[in-house]
């Protein structure tokens, strides 16, 4: 059956659709979202805090993101993958977008990957301001064109244009719950400014972050991360460690791929008993700030705390010493076949001798120094010896030893052309075989640090640069002082045997510490470049004794006049050829992490043992450091102190600094150190105890015992 509506029915249908019509219209828009763009990992928007916004208001406006589960967007700082959300506006005259105010962020960790960001959903606010002569009834019309990167096992941009359209009226509306409910979630987020002081400095794993201040505990504070404002900063994927005490905590992190300033602003945040997260922007100090140290108890003091007078006299006085310590023996070599040189010889050339000398290793000294504050002020965390972590540069060393030798062996003569041409040419010959036997004692030395150079070269380091060239020269002053004095006072040297056959003997027989030297640096760059590595550098060597011989044919003039100039250019030739092979040959694997003796030094393994409360022995090592091998040889293993590490269940670590380990180094920097030998004991429970770089049964022992 077909029903019929009465006409007067129709009429009054009719009449309220019109009513509700006029009054949809008469109502104001609901302006506080934009036009959404969708895909099935996001829908994003333009939002407002506000509906409708009056003349002279600040309100906010943000870019809202609903993620689809497991997805996740990204922090100002995306850590290792992602890319930070970009927005830009075009609004009318007189209105004003500031920045985003970014939430605190989570970690999100995804295998060996970490980014920083935020899942399910988050609102980036900014502030936005209305102009004061903005007419009542009138609209402000806000678009914006943005761009973000969502990820969950992989990543994917997205992009959207946006139209937000806000009613001017006389007084401001809020937005609906909804969209104020998605501020709530920023608001929540929003990182309050730290009430505790805050330091950022070296620490034994990369860098070491202290907070001092009322209400720290550890029911306040359960867990925290560090969030650096600067990507690279830290090792966005590596554990923090963190240690509390009342009114004060302290956060490892492990240092990042760029280099990282004194300071780094950032957001902690903090996890208390209950679950709740906090987060705290902060601009931590650079340096050290009441607090726990995790890693290394009491360091060396910083080197504003040093006085210039004792680093410069610690430099001299480890200078000194430096002619003792087994780094040094092979130059002892040529040092003595230059005094044998002196025997006879006036008063003035005796004195010029141990001046050039002094002039040398000054040189060296001054040149190594410049060398260490330009790649420091590249960002570059160095040491003392650092060269000698370029196999490229052992090489060269071991050629030259070999060289050395192969002249002393008399296979060829430096300069001799030039014997005869006048005792005038004959001094300026002898004067700069002295300037050179200095610059070498500085090259082969480095490798060792002497007791009181440890801290003067971590303080001079971090001086500024006149005040570490004049510890530098302080120290070469104290390496020259033996020889200098002996040119200064010749009474001594006129006491020598004078010259006859048993100079030729002596330098002859000095060939050998040269050679032995030679064979060492092949030995130390097996350890850093492996098979590869060796090989070309015993084809060096081949080639370095081939050019000696072939010069000495022609010095003795048993070949063509060119022959000695043509043999050196085309040795030296060869052996650049062998360079890139070097400097790019694969490094020798890594020692297994622990053996039956000790185990490799990790950061994070120290961190834990002294967690667990287990007394630990650290020893930094390097193959090019001879008074390191001589102190594990006399010392390390012997029974004594096996025993004692033994009876006191004293987990012994090695660091090997043969190749450059930024880790170690960041150790070694704790302690305002820069060179080897090191070796720290950490007690259980306890601080650390900084022993001397010389060793002995009974230094270790007590050491351990006490």
């Not at 509390?244 to 992190?253: E, G, R």
């Not at 240092?255 to 950032?266: F, M, N, R, T």
Request: glycine share 10%; hydrophobic share 50%; charged share 15%.
């Amino acid at each position: 059956m077909r029903y019929l509506v009465p006409p007067a029915r129709k009429f009054w249908q009719a009449l309220a659709m019109a009513l509700m019509l006029a009054v949809l219209k008469s109502a104001p828009a609901a302006a506080e979202e934009s036009n959404l763009r969708q895909s099935p990992r996001a829908t994003v928007s333009l939002v407002s805090d506000h509906a409708a916004v009056s003349p002279g208001q600040t309100l906010r406006v943000g870019l809202r993101q609903r993620l689809a589960p497991h997805w996740h967007t990204y922090w100002k700082n995306p850590g290792d993958a992602g890319s930070p959300p970009n927005i830009a506006f075009e609004t009318p005259p007189g209105v004003d977008v500031g920045p985003i105010d970014w939430p605190g962020p989570d970690r999100f960790l995804v295998g060996p990957v970490a980014s920083y960001g935020y899942e399910n959903e988050i609102v980036f606010p900014m502030r936005l301001s209305i102009p004061r002569d903005a007419r009542p009834g009138s609209q402000v019309v806000i678009a914006a064109n943005a761009d973000w990167v969502v990820c969950e096992k992989e990543c994917i941009p997205e992009d959207g244009s946006f139209r937000l359209v806000l009613p001017v009226e006389a007084a401001a509306r809020p937005a609906k719950a909804a969209i104020l409910a998605a501020f709530g979630i920023a608001d929540a987020r929003k990182p309050q400014p730290a009430p505790w002081k805050a330091a950022l400095g070296a620490g034994t794993s990369g860098l070491q972050l202290r907070i001092s201040g009322p209400g720290i505990s550890a029911q306040t504070v359960r867990a925290a991360l560090y969030f650096p404002d600067t990507w690279g900063v830290v090792d966005h994927a590596a554990a923090q460690s963190l240690e509390v005490k009342q009114d004060a905590l302290s956060l490892t992190l492990p240092k990042g791929q760029s280099p990282a300033p004194g300071a780094a602003a950032g957001v902690l945040m903090v996890t208390d008993g209950g679950g709740q997260k906090r987060w705290f922007a902060m601009q931590p100090a650079a340096g050290s700030a009441a607090g726990p140290d995790t890693e290394s108890g009491p360091q060396a003091p910083p080197a504003s705390a040093l006085p210039l007078w004792q680093m410069a006299a610690f430099a001299f006085l480890g200078g000194v010493i430096l002619n003792l310590m087994p780094c040094v023996f092979p130059v002892l070599a040529i040092k003595a076949t230059a005094v044998a040189g002196m025997s006879g010889g006036d008063r003035r050339a005796v004195r010029l001798s141990g001046v050039f000398y002094t002039l040398g290793v000054l040189a060296a000294f001054m040149a190594l120094a410049l060398a260490l504050l330009a790649v420091r002020a590249g960002g570059q965390a160095v040491g003392w010896g650092f060269q000698f972590q370029s196999p490229l540069f052992v090489a060269a060393m071991c050629w030259l030893m070999l060289a050395i030798g192969l002249n002393l062996s008399g296979v060829f003569e430096v300069g001799g052309s030039l014997a005869g041409a006048g005792q005038q040419l004959a001094d300026r010959k002898g004067h700069a075989g002295s300037f050179f036997t200095g610059l070498l004692a500085v090259v082969v030395a480095t490798p060792c640090t002497a007791p009181f150079m440890g801290a003067a070269i971590g303080s001079a380091l971090a001086a500024p640069a006149g005040v570490s060239l004049l510890v530098f020269a302080m120290m070469g002053l104290g390496l020259a002082l033996p020889f200098l004095l002996l040119g200064l006072f010749p009474a001594v040297a006129r006491r020598l045997p004078r010259p006859g056959m048993w100079m030729l003997r002596l330098r002859q027989a000095m060939a050998f510490p040269m050679y032995a030297t030679a064979a060492w640096l092949l030995w130390v760059l097996a350890q850093q470049a492996g098979e590869s590595g060796l090989r070309l550098a015993l084809a060096g060597s081949v080639l370095v004794g081939l050019a000696a011989w072939l010069v000495g044919l022609g010095q003795q003039g048993a070949g063509k006049p060119w022959w000695p100039r043509g043999a050196a250019l085309a040795g030296v030739a060869a052996l650049a050829a062998l360079a890139p092979g070097l400097q790019d040959a694969a490094p020798q694997a890594a020692p297994s992490r622990q053996s039956a003796q000790f185990e490799a030094y990790s950061a994070e393994r120290l961190a834990s043992l002294r967690a667990e409360g287990k007394p630990v022995f650290v020893n930094m090592t390097a193959a090019w450091c001879i008074t390191c091998l001589v102190n594990e040889r006399t010392t390390l293993s012997t029974a004594a102190v096996k025993d004692a590490m033994r009876a006191r269940q004293v987990v012994y670590m090695k660091g090997d600094w043969t190749n450059r380990d930024p880790a170690i180094t960041a150790f070694l920097r704790s302690f305002q150190r820069d060179g080897l030998p090191f070796y720290v004991f950490y007690p259980a429970g306890k601080d650390a105890v900084v022993l001397p770089p010389v060793l002995t049964e009974s230094i270790v022992t007590q050491t351990l015992t006490q």
